[in-house]
């Protein structure tokens, strides 16, 4: 059965601090891991990365991805009050399922 | 272009009682997911319709169902309701959704909030 698993579940930060949020995941024959942030009701599209080792960036965010190891870390440098939200990580295997972890909750204080 | 549509956003609904959410996806795509989030769990998927067929399932009980018609838009039912159903049920959709090397994002739309009392 696909599997992903996000770190840490809660995650409490000061503006200005840079914070690593953590993807692994189990999927058989995998597509693409995508990357969500939802402040209020429907998460909105950050990055979807399928090979490894090529960095998507926009802005302060960056994403990469580590196939052979199955993971992916999604960056976030001089964090703002605006970035709290929850974070998702989703993964697309051969099936065409797109199965999410429980998210990343990132609330920046100012 | 319109996003993603769900109706209704808001539902209060008794135990026992059955509840149908709509979801209209993009304009073009052919894919609809729905999924099911309570605090702490994440996203959990229910099923995805992909050409008016059921192409994959969760792991929830039968009396989660639903369909998708002709121009694509999905409905969701769930007959007697229990207190554990009150959740945001979220829908995606995406194109094509299929084949090797079409990797899509998926769209979400603002979810129903449906609350059993």
């Known amino acids: 059965e696909d599997k992903v698993v996000q770190s840490p579940l809660s995650l409490v930060v000061h503006e200005g601090d840079t914070v690593t949020l953590n993807c692994s995941y189990e999927v058989t024959n995998f597509r693409s891991l995508l990357w969500y942030k939802q402040e209020k009701k429907a998460p909105t599209f950050l990055f979807m990365l399928?090979?490894?080792?090529i960095e998507k960036k926009s802005g302060r965010l960056s994403s990469i991805l580590d196939k052979k190891e199955l993971f992916s870390i999604l960056n976030i440098t001089a964090t703002q009050t605006g970035d709290s939200a929850i974070y998702l990580c989703?993964?697309?295997?051969?099936?065409?399922?797109?199965?999410f972890g429980k998210g990343t909750k990132l609330t920046v204080n100012p | 272009k319109a996003g993603v549509t769900q109706t209704p956003r808001y539902l209060i609904k008794t135990r026992g009682q059955q509840v149908t959410l709509s979801c209209s996806p993009i304009?073009?795509?052919?894919?609809v997911s729905w999924y099911q989030q309570t605090p702490g769990q994440g996203l959990q998927f229910l099923f995805e319709?992909?050409?008016?067929?059921?192409?994959n399932k969760g792991n929830f009980p039968g009396r989660f169902s639903g369909r998708q018609f002709s121009n694509s838009r999905s409905e969701m039912n769930v007959s007697t309701l229990e207190l554990g159903d009150s959740a945001l049920y979220l829908c995606a959709s995406s194109w094509p959704g299929t084949g090797a090397g079409l990797n899509t994002e998926a769209f979400f739309g603002q979810g129903t909030r449906l609350t059993v009392v």
């Open positions: 989703g993964v697309r295997g051969g099936s065409e399922k797109l199965v």
């Open positions: 304009s073009g795509h052919r894919s």
């Open positions: 319709y992909f050409s008016e067929t059921q192409r």
């Open positions: 399928t090979s490894s080792g």
